[in-house]
């Protein structure tokens, strides 16, 4: 199983009224990590938005252990859960550098489609990219 790593340092912005980070960025992070998982294996998503394929989210869970602050140094663990033709679930772990335990963990649930949103079988339109996101598993 491929897992990647995705370092980022928390911006001011980020955080709230607690100083701690509010929760809405923990999703953005999650793209970013993802961005970064499927560059790292080999192809960028707008290579695959050229193709003529989007992988939108149909589903997000969060789950909040711990907390970060302003200019800690993040790293988000980024895997594979798994895949059909249809869909791919990434999962994440958010920890502070530095330390083993996670401070938030999460899903993402997405579907391949067509750019006007058809959903659509990878294995069958694109077998080459199935296969080597299948690798990653």
Request: hydrophobic share 35%; with cysteine; net charge negative.
């Amino acid at each position: 199983m491929l897992v990647t790593e995705t370092k980022l340092t928390v911006r001011y912005a980020e955080t709230d009224q607690m100083g701690i980070v509010h929760h809405s960025n923990y999703p953005v992070w999650f793209e970013a990590a993802r961005t970064d998982f499927i560059r790292k294996v080999g192809i960028s998503y707008s290579e695959i938005e050229s193709k003529g394929l989007l992988l939108p989210v149909i589903e997000l869970n969060c789950c909040y252990k711990g907390s970060a602050r302003y200019e800690d140094n993040i790293v988000v663990r980024t895997h594979i859960e798994s895949m059909t033709g249809v869909r791919i679930v990434f999962s994440y772990e958010v920890f502070i550098e530095g330390n083993e335990k996670p401070i938030t963990t999460g899903q993402t649930t997405h579907v391949w489609t067509t750019k006007d949103l058809k959903p659509l079988n990878l294995k069958k339109h694109m077998p080459e990219l199935y296969e080597l996101l299948s690798q990653c598993l």
